[in-house]
């Protein structure tokens, strides 16, 4: 679209730049002390998991420290975050669960 500005030259117009909304990912931390029981149950409860997802997944972050549970908009990372975490207060586990800016950018949807 032109228009013309104060001195009478054309002005060229430029649509704004709409960019997606950055995903987060929910990160499962590994401790010494959480049972394994209990992140397969959370990870069921929580991220909608079958046993045998949950499981493989609660063994990837043993071995590795850590893993991501799924990938969000940052509003529904922070609540499975923060439901997460009340569950391991009430049952008195030190589970660790974290959301972190996802370092795939925007690809997937996440949100099961």
Do not use: C
């Not at 209990?38 to 609660?58: D, I, P, R």
């Not at 063994?59 to 420290?65: P, R, S, T, V």
């Amino acid at each position: 679209m032109r228009k013309d500005d104060l001195d009478g030259d054309p002005v060229l117009e430029r649509a704004p730049k709409v960019a997606r909304a950055r995903k987060w990912a929910v990160v499962f931390h590994n401790d010494d002390y959480t049972t394994k029981w209990f992140v397969v149950q959370v990870l069921e409860q929580l991220f909608h998991m079958s046993e045998t997802s949950a499981t493989a997944l609660m063994m990837a972050i043993h071995e590795k420290g850590r893993g991501i549970a799924g990938v969000y908009s940052r509003d529904i990372a922070e609540t499975k975050v923060d439901e997460a975490m009340r569950l391991a207060r009430e049952f008195e586990m030190p589970l660790l669960v974290t959301a972190e800016p996802d370092e795939d950018g925007d690809e997937g949807d996440g949100e099961a």
